[in-house]
């Protein structure tokens, strides 16, 4: 949840006609939702609403105590922005970054890491704070991360208590745009941390850096965090209950330092595939069918990503070419494209790959699933290829829920093993967290 979360009333303002200072509320959501409702247009060229087609790149605000950006405002009766910045005036050509930084709810947990030392005293809780030691990786060619600290006073009144936030901060050689550098550096982050927890987890506050925001501290200059908000999809019927990760980064090959290289390889290898699989995360279908359908989708785009066979038996093989060697010219090359898709390895089959690659515990939780794989390419082809209503290979509601739990369990042990961490390891992990002993204990009825 951003920082700041409200209604702000203010003076809004296109940048190139800095005089024509309108009246207005900035709402923020929870969510990062982002609306602005003005007295009247920005543009006095433009009052027509539903003329305006084009977004406006940048609109500038005072509020009460913060200059404020708002990025990709989409012109319409209600303003609606795609993002803002909080802390500063920011020109179009001043919104590209070399630091951005993330923080996440419990990110210590993960982590490992904290500053934080604290005492139980006859006057309650008191906390210490010294900065831990510097952890900095390399994770691409011209780009790095830091694991950082903010600490703040006591938030509740009469507690000795000091709030930490653990943040992962990217720093790039080359500067990139929001979008781009979000997609690339910040969103491979909150997989990660989604996939250690079992679960959507939302950033609770992004921060960006620019020269053109600092401060002085006696002859030293330090670029100022401002905030960046934009809307988070995030499931709001999540528990709030303390849940620890199945996995820390101590848990990993390599550690921060190791891992995280690593993974940022596996997010640009698997990009399409973890980017349907952690869609089930972040924006969980009301339907079961729905989530079920995305598992099964990210799991053949993984299999298709990734080193397996992609190609059915040598058998079929043999006989596919030896009617290639008797067809007719003119026939080879429609026979060639047909043999192509006849020879592709079927789901059932990448399914049981899938299975035997995330270790022993895989084959355990396959065998929670009677007739897996097939029973699930059966309800999958069913429901896409043929009669949706046919009854052959359905699934109870109960059973489609533990079948999304077993993918979950299968893939996030696959994505563990392509990290580098053994089969025993990766049972140990899985049986002791929450969607393990989900998937292995719970009884679906009919």
């Known amino acids: 949840m951003p920082s700041h979360v409200g209604s702000f009333l203010g003076e809004w303002w296109l940048p190139h006609v800095m005089e024509r200072r309108v009246p207005g509320v900035l709402s923020i959501g929870e969510d990062g939702d982002l609306r602005l409702e003005t007295t009247t247009s920005l543009d006095a060229d433009n009052h027509d609403a539903s003329s305006r087609l084009a977004s406006y790149p940048v609109v500038h605000g005072t509020t009460e105590r913060n200059e404020v950006t708002l990025l990709d405002v989409i012109p319409s009766d209600t303003y609606v922005p795609n993002s803002c910045v909080f802390g500063a005036l920011l020109q179009s050509g001043e919104l590209a970054f070399r630091r951005m930084r993330i923080g996440f709810r419990e990110l210590s947990w993960f982590t490992g890491a904290s500053g934080l030392d604290r005492t139980v005293t006859a006057d309650g809780l008191t906390d210490t704070w010294m900065r831990p030691p510097v952890r900095r990786t390399r994770v691409t060619d011209g780009a790095n991360v830091e694991l950082t600290f903010s600490w703040s006073g006591p938030q509740v009144q009469g507690r000795l208590a000091i709030e930490e936030t653990a943040y992962f901060e990217v720093q790039l050689n080359l500067a990139l745009d929001i979008n781009s550098f979000d997609r690339q550096y910040i969103g491979p982050l909150r997989q990660l941390v989604s996939l250690a927890f079992g679960e959507s987890v939302a950033p609770s506050i992004v921060e960006v850096f620019t020269p053109l925001a600092t401060s002085h501290i006696g002859n030293n ?142 084959r355990v939780l396959a065998r929670r699933i009677p007739r897996f794989p097939t029973s699930l390419a059966t309800w999958r082809n069913r429901l896409i290829h043929n009669d949706p209503n046919d009854d052959s290979g359905r699934l109870s509601g109960a059973k489609m829920a533990q079948a999304c739990m077993v993918l979950r369990c299968l ?16 049972e140990q992990l899985l049986r002791t967290s929450h969607m393990g002993r989900y998937a292995m204990e719970w009884e679906p009825s009919e």
Not at 261 to 267: K, M, S, V
Not at 282 to 288: L, Q, S
Not at 411 to 426: A, E, M, N, Q, S
């Open 221 to 362: 200059i330090y670029e100022e965090p401002l905030e960046l908000i934009r809307p988070v999809i995030h499931p709001r019927n999540l528990s709030n209950a303390r849940r620890r990760p199945v996995f820390r980064l101590d848990d990993l090959p390599g550690a921060f330092e190791g891992a995280l290289p690593r993974w940022y390889e596996l997010a640009r290898t698997l990009e399409p595939a973890l980017g349907i699989y952690f869609g089930a995360y972040f924006g969980r279908p009301a339907y079961r069918e729905d989530e079920l359908l995305l598992f099964l989708m990210a799991a053949e785009s993984y299999h298709r990503l990734s080193p397996f066979q992609q190609k059915t038996s040598q058998k079929d093989a043999a006989r596919w070419q030896s009617v290639l060697d008797s067809a007719p010219d003119e026939l080879r090359m429609w026979l060639i494209e047909r043999i192509e898709q006849a020879t592709e390895r079927r789901l059932w089959e990448r399914l049981r790959d899938i299975t035997d690659h995330s270790g022993p515990v895989g």
């Open 411 to 426: 893939i996030t042990g696959c994505l563990l093993r392509d990290l580098g961490v053994g089969g025993p390891k990766i």
